[in-house]
């Protein structure tokens, strides 16, 4: 059994955040975020240099924590003696993301399988499904370099997934994809949601409407909303009424205007 | 300023570069040698001396600039010919960068040198050779850009960094013209830069320069500019491998004063003179007790040479080595110009022969024991009066 | 097992470390020292010493992928493959110490080569990625050019590259830095 099986079982949440601070120098970053999450997709919405890509960064261990923590089926990634632990339950999609062009799409992959210390045995079944998944058969002969933005953000994608990693931490899963294969990826999260914990960060309000199960909208560092995404549509839907705005744009604008200059 | 102009200088990695351009180039002076602060001509020259080092850091640079712009330009969505402006604006804005920290350096070594009392403002032609340099500068950026844009990669930095410095010793050490733009070991009292050779280098620059950024399009080789630049790049190559030196002898403010010798030194060398004269009059006032003549005239003037005149080397030197500045004077004066003219294996035999005794003499003068000079020595500088 | 080294390689890019150390080696036996400094008259001193700055370049351009996610994350030891890496550019430069030509010292060249190799994984810890190795080829050059003195007379004192195989001062100077930027590359391995 693994953790992540175990903490399923005992009903104990996969992700726990409490009273997460970071900050860059002088800059805060985040301010005391809490939250916990099990099985499911966590959207976390917000404007540029809202958070975002820090929370995504401090959750995966790769942002220090200046107060609070963070537990990873129940590994802290902000201790240095369980960081190891809590991180090896992470696949993580950064954006942007480097990649070594020299590296053609199956080795590029299947380094990240055996990075995760995947039985050279189940490497290239692994692999294979990988490249299945996320419609890159044709192109596993490629280097990266010779890639499209949209093909290497997909071959980034299954490298984040090909180990199959209880927690999937993605930022902008799906920016510089074609809309054939955002729906691929979008059909594969809900399908893995079931029984992985998946925190995505997204400027495409689609995804928050048909993926998200919960909604987490930061301003400023600041965690502004937390709830389901029907709800934060409802805040929205009147003020976009009397405009022609969507209800979700029209949420985020008035969660900026109550929670931004001058809030905590 | 336009504002695509002004943004791209803001956003330039040549903006953030500027204190270390300028470190590079002042190390570059003040870690060699201090020496040629008196003597401005000498200071300027010496300090264009840094683009050896400052090339591979400007190369690594403009590469470093390119593999950071090269993943943005796809989402700009210019045309295709957008290419050229876009390299062409963010390599111009490095090399402006560049440029304004190499004159910032330039302008505090001479004020330094003002400082250390050189009397002399920077002539035209000091002025002139300050453009081989910058255009030695912009070709380099340009090289490291095209090959950053062209290979994002950055393993490139190092390499063109490492290349860069290799071509251009490598050029200087089989003394290739275009190459040198600057750096002196010795004092360059009576010589400026040749503005023939530097206009000469200057073309050879720019029309370099433009021909690597044409590198860029695929078509490169058929437009007519291109065409008309690799051109200017032959005909100035092409002068500049006949050119054996960079420096021609020019016109010096001079101060003479006294009678045989009669001394002459540049008003850069003024305040030294006494210095020099003091162990000079000991000298030929022992020379003259065993029957030599003195001098009719030392001189730091280089194109008033003849019988009779000596040519004063290396003057800076006086201080820590008074004796190698009084001989080589004196024997200069014996020998004329054949201490650099002499053609053939006999004449340059004479010359040594005279160097030598002057040099013992010095020596035994200071000990009291000079004696006269052999006969050798008298025939020598009978013999080298065909060059003199 | 092969398959894994052979991703290892592929990554950190192995080949090419072979290819640039091939080419030092060629201009070992090409540079015959001693070679003129340029712009010092009559100065001679030798050059074969910083050659060892090409490979030890050119293997320490993978030492920033360390600190990419994808490396960090992973549940292989980032340790272990980082101490690989360490000893992976001392074999480069044990190497091009061991088959330098006659004329070269090899003892200099490991000198210079792990006075190298330490600056860079310090700097690729500490600084963005491409100074570390752009450090390694300058710094060479700067010494070379700065660090040389007139006829006869040693190298400037922090020209720790140009000093003879005798010299204590730059055995330690190569030990320390070497030791210490080793140890800060291997020893942020499991930093948050």
């Known amino acids: 059994m693994t953790e992540a099986e175990g903490a399923e079982r005992s009903g104990a949440p996969w992700?726990?955040?409490?009273?997460?601070?970071?900050?860059?120098?002088?800059?805060?970053?985040?301010?005391?975020?809490?939250?916990?999450?099990?099985?499911?997709?966590?959207?976390?919405?917000?404007?540029?240099?809202?958070?975002?890509?820090?929370?995504?960064?401090?959750?995966?261990?790769?942002?220090?924590?200046?107060?609070?923590?963070?537990?990873?089926?129940?590994?802290?990634?902000?201790?240095?003696?369980?960081?190891?632990?809590?991180?090896?339950?992470?696949?993580?999609?950064p954006h942007p993301a480097s990649y070594p062009g020299h590296f053609r799409v199956w080795e590029s992959i299947e380094y990240t399988a055996w990075l995760a210390d995947l039985p050279a045995d189940q490497r290239s079944v692994a692999v294979r499904r990988a490249c299945e998944a996320f419609g890159l058969g044709h192109l596993v002969r490629q280097r990266l370099r010779s890639l499209s933005a949209g093909e290497r953000r997909r071959v980034l994608l299954s490298q984040a997934m090909v180990h199959e990693p209880p927690i999937m931490l993605l930022d902008e899963p799906t920016s510089s994809i074609d809309v054939e294969h955002r729906g691929t990826i979008r059909r594969l999260l809900r399908r893995w949601s079931k029984d992985h914990v998946i925190v995505a960060a997204s400027h495409q309000l689609n995804d928050v409407e048909i993926l998200a199960d919960r909604v987490l909208?930061?301003?400023?560092?600041?965690?502004?909303?937390?709830?389901?995404?029907?709800?934060?549509?409802?805040?929205?839907?009147?003020?976009a009424e009397a405009g022609q705005e969507h209800a979700l744009e029209a949420a985020l604008r008035l969660l900026n205007a109550e929670w931004g200059p001058g809030m905590p | 300023m336009r504002p695509p102009v002004r943004l791209a200088l803001q956003r330039s990695l040549g903006k953030p570069a500027v204190p270390l351009v300028i470190a590079v180039a002042l190390a570059n002076f003040f870690l060699r040698t201090t020496d040629p602060l008196h003597e401005l001509t000498w200071t300027m020259y010496d300090y264009h001396f840094a683009t050896v080092l400052l090339g591979p850091v400007v190369a690594a640079l403009a590469c470093w600039e390119a593999i950071r712009l090269a993943p943005a330009f796809p989402m700009l969505e210019v045309p295709r010919d957008g290419e050229h402006r876009f390299v062409g604006l963010a390599w111009a804005s490095l090399t402006a960068w560049v440029i304004a920290a190499y004159l910032v350096g330039l302008v505090v070594v001479v004020a330094v040198a003002?400082?250390?009392?050189?009397?002399?403002?920077?002539?035209?032609?000091?002025?002139?050779?300050?453009?081989?340099?910058?255009?030695?500068?912009?070709?380099?950026?340009?090289?490291?850009?095209?090959?950053?844009?062209?290979?994002?990669?950055?393993?490139?930095?190092?390499?063109?960094?490492?290349?860069?410095?290799?071509?251009?010793?490598?050029?200087?050490?089989?003394?290739?013209?275009?190459?040198?733009?600057?750096?002196?070991?010795?004092?360059?009292?009576?010589?400026?830069?040749?503005?023939?050779?530097?206009?000469?280098?200057?073309?050879?620059?720019?029309?370099?320069?433009?021909?690597?950024?044409?590198?860029?399009?695929?078509?490169?080789?058929?437009?007519?500019a291109s065409v008309a630049a690799a051109i200017v790049v032959v005909v100035a190559g092409v002068?500049?491998?006949?050119?054996?030196?960079?420096?021609?002898?020019?016109?010096?403010?001079?101060?003479?004063?006294?009678?045989?010798?009669?001394?002459?030194?540049?008003?850069?060398?003024?305040?030294?003179?006494?210095?020099f004269e003091a162990p000079l009059d000991r000298f030929l006032e022992g020379l003259e007790h065993v029957g030599v003549a003195p001098p009719a005239r030392l001189t730091q003037a280089r194109d008033d040479l003849g019988p009779g005149v000596g040519f004063i080397p290396a003057l800076y030197r006086i201080e820590d080595d008074p004796g190698g500045?009084?001989?080589?004077?004196?024997?200069?004066?014996?020998?004329?110009?054949?201490?650099?003219?002499?053609?053939?294996?006999?004449?340059?035999?004479?010359?040594?022969?005279?160097?030598?005794?002057?040099?013992?003499?010095?020596?035994?003068?200071?000990?009291?024991?000079?004696?006269?000079?052999?006969?050798?020595?008298?025939?020598?500088?009978?013999?080298?009066?065909?060059?003199? | 097992m092969i398959r894994d080294l052979v991703l290892l390689a592929r990554r950190w890019?192995?080949?090419?470390?072979?290819?640039?150390?091939?080419?030092?080696?060629?201009?070992?036996?090409?540079?015959?020292?001693?070679?003129?400094?340029?712009?010092?008259?009559?100065?001679?001193?030798?050059?074969?010493?910083?050659?060892?700055?090409?490979?030890?370049?050119?293997?320490?351009?993978?030492?920033?992928?360390?600190?990419?996610?994808?490396?960090?994350?992973?549940?292989?030891?980032?340790?272990?493959?980082?101490?690989?890496?360490?000893?992976?550019?001392?074999?480069?430069?044990?190497?091009?110490?061991?088959?330098?030509?006659?004329?070269?010292?090899?003892?200099?060249?490991a000198r210079n080569g792990a006075f190298l190799a330490g600056l860079g994984y310090l700097l690729a810890v500490v600084a963005p990625r491409p100074v570390g190795a752009i450090a390694v080829i300058l710094l060479p050059a700067a010494m070379w050019i700065l660090g040389s003195r007139g006829p006869g007379l040693p190298p400037a004192w922090w020209a720790v590259l140009l000093q003879g195989t005798g010299s204590r001062s730059a055995s330690v100077a190569a030990v320390v830095v070497a030791g210490l930027g080793a140890a800060t590359f291997v020893g942020t391995a499991e930093r948050p």
């Not at chain 2, 050119?243 to 006294?258: N, Q």
Request: one cysteine or more; glycine letters at 10%; a positive charge.
């Open chain 2, 325 to 388: 500045v009084v001989t080589g004077a004196v024997s200069n004066a014996f020998v004329g110009r054949c201490a650099s003219a002499a053609r053939t294996p006999e004449e340059l035999d004479r010359v040594f022969i005279v160097v030598d005794w002057v040099e013992t003499a010095y020596h035994r003068s200071v000990n009291g024991r000079l004696q006269g000079p052999p006969d050798a020595v008298v025939q020598a500088i009978a013999e080298l009066e065909s060059c003199r």
């Open chain 2, 114 to 224: 003002k400082l250390y009392g050189t009397p002399r403002w920077p002539a035209l032609v000091d002025l002139v050779a300050i453009v081989p340099p910058l255009g030695m500068l912009a070709l380099v950026a340009a090289i490291g850009f095209v090959a950053g844009w062209r290979r994002p990669s950055w393993f490139v930095v190092p390499m063109i960094a490492g290349g860069t410095f290799a071509v251009v010793i490598g050029a200087y050490m089989v003394q290739m013209a275009f190459v040198r733009v600057g750096g002196a070991t010795a004092s360059l009292v009576g010589l400026a830069p040749r503005p023939d050779v530097a206009a000469a280098q200057a073309i050879l620059y720019a029309g370099s320069t433009y021909l690597v950024i044409e590198l860029l399009s695929r078509d490169a080789g058929r437009r007519p």
């Open chain 1, 15 to 93: 992700i726990t955040v409490s009273g997460l601070s970071v900050s860059y120098g002088r800059k805060q970053a985040l301010r005391s975020v809490s939250f916990t999450m099990g099985p499911g997709i966590l959207m976390v919405l917000g404007a540029n240099g809202a958070g975002k890509s820090t929370l995504l960064r401090a959750l995966a261990g790769l942002a220090p924590a200046s107060a609070g923590d963070v537990r990873l089926c129940g590994h802290s990634s902000v201790d240095r003696r369980s960081i190891r632990s809590a991180r090896s339950h992470v696949g993580y999609l």
């Open chain 3, 13 to 109: 890019r192995v080949g090419r470390t072979l290819a640039v150390l091939a080419l030092a080696w060629t201009a070992l036996w090409f540079l015959e020292p001693p070679l003129r400094v340029p712009g010092r008259e009559h100065v001679v001193a030798v050059v074969w010493p910083l050659v060892v700055a090409l490979p030890v370049a050119a293997s320490l351009d993978s030492a920033s992928l360390f600190a990419e996610p994808i490396e960090i994350l992973a549940r292989r030891s980032l340790l272990l493959r980082k101490v690989a890496h360490v000893l992976l550019t001392a074999l480069v430069v044990g190497l091009l110490a061991v088959t330098a030509p006659g004329a070269t010292d090899g003892g200099i060249l």
């Open chain 1, 217 to 239: 909208v930061l301003v400023r560092g600041s965690v502004a909303f937390d709830g389901a995404p029907e709800d934060l549509l409802e805040r929205g839907a009147q003020q």
């Open chain 2, 239 to 275: 002068f500049l491998a006949g050119v054996d030196s960079t420096l021609e002898p020019a016109a010096l403010d001079l101060v003479c004063s006294g009678r045989d010798p009669e001394v002459c030194l540049s008003v850069e060398y003024e305040p030294w003179r006494s210095q």
